[in-house]
C-alpha cells in the first residue's frame, strides 16, 4: 500500500512538475512543441556520419532572424518543448537595426526550423532602470532586466529541465558605455565603485557570478538570485556550467575550481576534488552515461566523475594535438553514439569514442561559408542529430546544419 502510495506520489509530482514548467498562455513559446515540419522527416532519414543543409530558419514576424555570435558553442536544449536556446553578444557593443542592444535572448523552434525572439534586447534610447533592494537592475515593476550580461556565451549556460530554467552565469560585457550611456545614472545610485567609469564595470554585485541569472521560460521572464553566501566568482569566468541530473543540482568550473548550485536552498558548495588548470574560454559537455563533465582547451583533455568527485587526464589514440575553445565550433555528447562530438570549423568532426579510448574522423564538412563565421550548436536526443547554426558575427545570415554520427572505426 506504501509503495503504491510513493508511486501515486511521483506521478503527481512529475505532473506538477510538467505543468509548472509549461509556457503560459500569451508566452512566446505557449505553443511549442510545433508540429513537425517536412524536414524533420529528412532528418530522420538520414544515414550516419553525413551532413544534411536545412538551410536558414525562417524569422520570428517581429524581429526578424537571430544573429551569429562568436566564443557561443553552446545551445542550450530543452527537449521537450523541441527548442534549444541561442545567447551571446557578438561584436562587442553591438546594437541591431532594430534599435535594440544585441544582449537578446531566442529559441529555435525545431520542429518548425524558425526563430522565437523572447526578449529583443536592451532599448538603447529608451531603457530606464532602477536598482533592487539586492543591487540588481529591475524595471518599474520589478522585474529583473539583465544589460549586456553575456559577454559572449561561451560554456556559461545550461538548460534544466525540471525547473523550466535556461540558466546563466553573468559573464561581465563591458561593451555598453557608448551604446547606453544612461545606464550609469541607476548604477551609480549605490555603489561608488562604478563611478570611477573604468571599462564599463556595473559594480560588484551585478558582475558577480555567484548569482544565477534565470530565464523562466514558463512564465516568460528573467530572474535573477543573490546568493548571501559563498560562491563562484567573485567576478567574471568562461567556465563550464552543466546541469547533473544525479545530483538536481548545476555544476560550474570556475577558475579551475568545480562549485555545485542547488536550486533548493540557492547556494553554492565547492567540490572537494583537486584545483585544475584550466584557462580562460574552455569548453566541454556532459557524459550522460557515466555522469562526467569533460573539459578542453587546446592540447588539454580532462574528465570530472560527478560520483568520485575526481578529474581524470585523457589521452586516447589519435588524439588531435589541439581540441580548442568556445571561438573554434562546438562539442556535445551523443548520447546515441556514446560518443562526444568535436566540430572544429577549421579542421572538420572529430570524434571521441570513451568506451575505446579512441579517436576517428567524421564525414568532411559541407560547403558552406566557414570562414569568418561562427558555430552555436547543440544535440537533439529524439532526432539523434548534432545542431550547427553558422552565421558572421552580429550577422542574420545564418544556416542551420545538421549531422549524424554513427560509432565506428577510426577512418
Given at each position: ?34 508540429p513537425a515540419g517536412a524536414h524533420v ?268 568527485d575526481a578529474w581524470s587526464s585523457i ?97
Amino acid at each position: 500500500m506504501c509503495r503504491v502510495a510513493s508511486v501515486a506520489g511521483m506521478l503527481l509530482a512529475a505532473v506538477a512538475i510538467a505543468q509548472e514548467t509549461r509556457p503560459s498562455p500569451g508566452n512566446p513559446l505557449a505553443a511549442l512543441p510545433s508540429p513537425a515540419g517536412a524536414h524533420v522527416a529528412r532528418i530522420r532519414a538520414m544515414a550516419g556520419d553525413s551532413w544534411l543543409i536545412l538551410g536558414p530558419p525562417a524569422p520570428d514576424p517581429q524581429w526578424g532572424r537571430a544573429r551569429g555570435r562568436s566564443w557561443t558553442p553552446r545551445m542550450p536544449c530543452a527537449p521537450a518543448l523541441r527548442a534549444a536556446f541561442l545567447c551571446g553578444c557578438g561584436i562587442h557593443g553591438y546594437v541591431k537595426p532594430d534599435g535594440h542592444f544585441m544582449d537578446d535572448l531566442w529559441a529555435y523552434d525545431i520542429n518548425a526550423h524558425r526563430w522565437i525572439c523572447l526578449y529583443a534586447g536592451a532599448p538603447v534610447k529608451t531603457l530606464s532602470l532602477r536598482l533592487d533592494a539586492n543591487g540588481f537592475e529591475v524595471n518599474a515593476r520589478g522585474e529583473h532586466i539583465p544589460v549586456s550580461f553575456m559577454g559572449h556565451g561561451y560554456c556559461n549556460q545550461t538548460y534544466i529541465p525540471d525547473r523550466g530554467l535556461v540558466m546563466f552565469i553573468y559573464t561581465h560585457s563591458p561593451w555598453w558605455t557608448r551604446a547606453i550611456p544612461q545606464r550609469w545614472e541607476w548604477l551609480d545610485q549605490n555603489d561608488p565603485e562604478v563611478k570611477r567609469r573604468n571599462y564599463g564595470h556595473a559594480g560588484p554585485v551585478i558582475e558577480a557570478a555567484k548569482h544565477p541569472l534565470f530565464y523562466n521560460v514558463a512564465a516568460g521572464r528573467w530572474e535573477r538570485r543573490f546568493v548571501s553566501g559563498d560562491g563562484p566568482g567573485p567576478r567574471r569566468f568562461e567556465g563550464v556550467l552543466e546541469y547533473i541530473p544525479a545530483k538536481k543540482q548545476a555544476m560550474f568550473l570556475c577558475h579551475g575550481r568545480v562549485w555545485f548550485y542547488d536550486f533548493a536552498t540557492n547556494t553554492w558548495t565547492a567540490a572537494k576534488a583537486e584545483k585544475v588548470n584550466v584557462a580562460y574560454d574552455s569548453w566541454g559537455c556532459y557524459d550522460t552515461k557515466r555522469n562526467r563533465v569533460y573539459v578542453a582547451r587546446k592540447e588539454i583533455f580532462l574528465a570530472y566523475d560527478v560520483e568520485k568527485d575526481a578529474w581524470s587526464s585523457i589521452s586516447g589514440e589519435g588524439q588531435p594535438s589541439d581540441l580548442g575553445s568556445c571561438a573554434y565550433g562546438a562539442v556535445t555528447y551523443d548520447e546515441v553514439a556514446d560518443s562526444v562530438v568535436f566540430l572544429l570549423k577549421n579542421a572538420g568532426i572529430f570524434i571521441y569514442d570513451p568506451g575505446r579510448n579512441a579517436w576517428r574522423r567524421g564525414a568532411d564538412l559541407p560547403d558552406v561559408q566557414w570562414k569568418r563565421h561562427n558555430v552555436n550548436g547543440f544535440y537533439d536526443r529524439e532526432l539523434n542529430v548534432h545542431f550547427y547554426h553558422l552565421a558572421g558575427d552580429s550577422a542574420d545570415d545564418g544556416v542551420m546544419l545538421v549531422y549524424r554520427c554513427t560509432s565506428g572505426q577510426s577512418r
